[in-house]
């Protein structure tokens, strides 16, 4: 047997409404005598019962409990996880998507990049629906800076152009770094041309020269007979 008040009849369990206001439950009736007011209550005042259920009742209160702990489940999955709506699957379905391509561009240009890569590929990432990361940006550091020699700068600059469009959909930023490594490749040829016209103009200034000025060598004089 349990006690409980409740402010109105209202409340009450479908099978344990009474349609007298004073009337006290048969199974409490009969031990504490028919209309008999819980305890604490002023005599006369019929808002207020004092409850104990029979078999029947439990069994509708027990269903009505279900029924309030199922609510509370609603929306969870066996492990407890917050079950996603449909759109929420859906955006879940794009955001991976956006993570596995924004992970296979930058992956090209690392690899493509070889020992001008500084460090690894970066990424930017957002939360989705599921309480997961997933990447929606990224980008590689890479070394752009002229080397010592032309001929080095050259090599350097063709590895930097290939890496910038290394993906199958180059970004404009990555069109960009290829622009600018063509234009460190065309710098470096021409500081090739006129470092070889220097040597060029040394090496032929260390040559000999030989006169041609005939007072420079004795006269000629005819062999006696």
Known sequence: MIENIYNSQKNLPSSLETSEPNMVLPALAEKNGQGSPVSGQKEGDSKAYEVSFSDRGW?????????????????????????????????VEELK????????????????AGGYARGGANYEYITGPDGKRYANAGHVNLDTSPEKTPEATIQKANVIRKAALAPADPSPADRQIASDAIK??????????????????????????????????????????
């Open 59 to 91: 069994e509708a209160f027990d269903k009505k409990a279900e029924k309030t702990d199922s609510s509370k489940e609603k929306g969870r999955d066996s492990t407890g996880k917050k079950e996603l709506t449909e759109e929420e699957k859906r955006q």
């Open 97 to 112: 998507k956006i993570d596995q391509k924004v992970k296979t561009h930058e992956q090209a240009h690392l690899s493509a």
């Open 184 to 225: 460190m490749e065309q710098k470096a040829r021409e500081d090739l041309i006129q470092e070889r016209l220097k040597e060029d103009k040394a090496a032929s200034s260390k040559q000999p020269t030989i006169s041609s000025s005939y007072n420079q060598h004795p006269a000629l004089e005819p062999d006696p007979l």
